[in-house]
């Protein structure tokens, strides 16, 4: 797996992280960014307990801020799954200090984790799919699955674009695997517009997203990708792109 990410990890900054802010962009992001308000605020008064899935990812960094700086009644929380990059955990400590506030993580059950590592191995997830599966179930679904209980809507950072998993990705849709209504309120964004936005309005992001990693995920999972590259070819690179999907966001 190292050769893979030191051959393709190129050296230059990602420009697709500095997109030129002309007058058309700039009209374009205020323009959805005004109805990404609308949709999270009209949420709020019909379903009362909503939270939002925060990765730190860029698009999640979007609403992140769109949220804290309109003080919306929406909780935010994230996963820990215990093998995120360094760079992830100094946003953390970033966002709480530009946001003023203290974050809620959840964490993987430490047992479960014990058995696994000690059974399996530590990086069994590149042996198979299921081994893989395994751990995003146990690092990621279940401690999402508790971070959604008693909750009546979820909102989560995902575009459509972002993957072929992701084809048709609807604004609002109602979550079968968990029994609750689900908002994408970025779904339409382009990249270039989660970056303007982020660009425009100062916001904190991840560092690894200038080494050209435009999805991040675990540190033993993610890669940078080549110039050309879909935007998740780093995730699990060694599987196909139709399986690339945590567990997290899977339909029924
Ligand atoms: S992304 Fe990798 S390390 Fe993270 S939970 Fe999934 S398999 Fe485990």
Redesign the pocket.
């Known amino acids: 797996m190292s050769d893979t990410v030191s051959m393709l990890k190129p050296a230059a900054s990602n420009p697709a992280t500095k997109p030129s802010l002309t007058d058309a962009l700039v009209t374009s992001v205020n323009a959805k960014t005004a109805q990404v308000l609308a949709l999270l605020k009209n949420a709020v008064v019909e379903l009362k307990t909503l939270t939002f899935a925060n990765s730190f990812g860029a698009e999640d960094m979007v609403l992140t801020d769109i949220i804290l700086k309109n003080q919306l009644a929406i909780e935010i929380f994230s996963l820990d799954?215990g093998?995120l990059p360094t760079e992830t955990y100094d946003l953390i400590a970033e966002v709480e200090k530009y946001y003023n506030t203290k974050l809620n993580v959840f964490f993987p059950q430490a047992q479960t984790v014990e058995f696994y590592v000690k059974t399996k191995g530590i990086n069994a997830?590149y042996e198979s799919i299921d081994l893989?599966?395994e751990?995003?179930y146990?690092?990621?679904v279940e401690p999402l699955q508790r971070a959604l209980k008693g909750k009546s809507a979820w909102i989560t950072g995902m575009r459509t674009a972002q993957a072929t998993t992701r084809a048709s990705l609807p604004v609002r849709e109602f979550d079968e695997g968990n029994k609750l209504e689900k908002f994408n309120p970025l779904s339409d964004w382009t990249e270039q517009e989660v970056w303007a936005y982020i660009r425009m309005f100062n916001v904190p992001y991840n560092a690894l997203h200038d080494q050209f990693y435009p999805s991040i995920?675990?540190?033993?999972?993610?890669r940078a990708i080549a110039v050309g590259e879909d935007i998740r070819a780093g995730?699990?690179w060694w599987e196909d792109p139709q399986n690339k999907e945590?567990g997290l966001h899977v339909k029924n």
């Open positions: 799954t093998r997830f893989r599966k751990c995003c146990m690092r990621k995920g675990c540190a033993p999972c993610t995730r699990w945590c």
